[in-house]
T-cell receptor, first 115, second 109 residues
Framework: GAVVSQHPSRVICKSGTSVKIECRSLDFQATTMFWYRQFPKQSLMLMATSNEGSKATYEQGVEKDKFLINHASLTLSTLTVTSAHPEDSSFYIC???????????FGSGTQLSVL | QKEVEQNSGPLSVPEGAIASLNCTYSDRGSQSFFWYRQYSGKSPELIMSIYSNGDKEDGRFTAQLNKASQYVSLLIRDSQPSDSATYLCAVMRGNKLVFGAGTILRVKS
């Protein structure tokens, strides 16, 4: 299957700092990437859809100024959590779709802990 | 009503038994359905995809789809302790994949 690399795997930061998470498709070009968030014992909630070269589309209730998404190339999308607060602590997972296929392949996830 | 509903479990089965996981969805127009497995602290891993009514088998896994009843299931034969995980049902809505809350499966040796 397609490989999606996500870094870092774990981040601990102080409240008010910004954190950047990278998501790369290693062996394919991903025109669309998706960012999910998962709180403990809950399901994955889609935050935004990221298309290469255009602005991300955010789901209802997700603050676009707080969660900055950049999809500058066909293999890289980044999520920046700006001015993080403890309530932003969560498991963030990126995923990518191979062109012409509906299956989603997931990165390994980033556990963000804001103190 | 949630778009994708699953019993949270836990579902406990003995080693070697068949585990049956169920999922219902609300959008009658949905055409693509997926089962993912997620271990604690890890990201989801695709197990099966199914698009047509009926059964689809892959090794020990069988996915079943009934669009009239808006029902998807996953059967795991010869369950192993390593199958213990959370199983997520997902349904395609437009360009997006919507997940259920997942069912915790515990296989006891």
């Amino acid at each position: 299957g397609a490989v999606v690399s996500q870094h870092p795997s774990r981040v601990i930061c102080k409240s008010g700092t910004s954190v950047k998470i990278e998501c790369r498709s290693l062996d394919f070009q991903a025109t669309t990437m998706f960012w999910y968030r998962q709180f403990p014992k809950q399901s994955l909630m889609l935050m935004a859809t990221s298309n290469e070269g255009s602005k991300a589309t955010y789901e209802q209730g997700v603050e676009k100024d707080k969660f900055l998404i950049n999809h500058a190339s066909l293999t890289l999308s980044t999520l920046t959590v700006t001015s993080a607060h403890p309530e932003d602590s969560s498991f963030y997972i990126c995923s990518a779709r191979v062109w012409g296929d509906e299956k989603l392949f997931f990165g390994s996830g980033t556990q963000l802990s804001v103190l | 009503q949630k778009e994708v509903e699953q019993n949270s479990g836990p579902l406990s089965v003995p080693e070697g038994a068949i585990a049956s996981l169920n999922c219902t969805y609300s959008d009658r127009g949905s055409q693509s359905f997926f089962w993912y497995r997620q271990y604690s602290g890890k990201s989801p891993e695709l197990i099966m995809s199914i698009y047509s009514n009926g059964d689809k088998e892959d090794g020990r896994f069988t996915a079943q789809l009934n669009k009239a009843s808006q029902y998807v299931s996953l059967l795991i034969r010869d369950s192993q302790p390593s199958d213990s995980a959370t199983y997520l049902c997902a349904v395609m809505r437009g360009n997006k994949l919507v997940f259920g809350a997942g069912t915790i499966l515990r296989v006891k040796s």
